[in-house]
């Protein structure tokens, strides 16, 4: 039996989110479902992490993932599944109250964890699934 083709796949590059850091897209489109790749609170325009406190940080990660988000011609009500990966799990009522403005209506499924290190030394970063 011959193996059947991979589904198309699209890579998405959002000109509105900051630069990828490393070898992977800002996302991937397979059919109706958006795979966003982590984001962290990169400036876009100067690709560097912005300066400000944790509600500042999961604000721009957020902003980022929107960017992703809107090139697909996808918004936040159409996020199924989002992973948050937090440096300091004391910062997760923070992070939740910054969250909740991005979600306010589609509350998806959601795991938040603490991690040792993330890229840049950022203190959150977010991914998520989509689907049209």
Do not use: W
Not at 20 to 42: E, K, M, N, R, W
Not at 71 to 92: G, K, P, S, W
Request: include cysteine.
């Amino acid at each position: 039996m011959t193996p059947r083709p991979p589904s198309a796949r699209r890579r998405i590059y959002a000109p509105g989110a900051p630069d990828v850091i490393g070898p992977y897209c800002h996302g991937v489109l397979v059919g109706d479902t958006l795979y966003i790749s982590g984001q962290i609170a990169l400036d876009p325009t100067s690709g560097e992490l912005i300066e400000g406190d944790i509600q500042e940080e999961t604000a721009q990660t957020l902003d980022n993932i929107a960017a992703v988000l809107r090139e697909a011609q996808m918004d936040f009500d159409h996020v199924v599944q989002v992973t948050v990966f937090l440096r300091d799990m004391d910062d997760y009522a923070l992070v939740n109250e910054v969250y909740a403005r991005y979600f306010s209506e589609a509350t998806p499924a959601r795991e938040a964890l603490e991690v040792g290190k993330l890229p840049r030394g950022a203190r959150v970063e977010v991914s998520c699934i989509a689907v049209r």
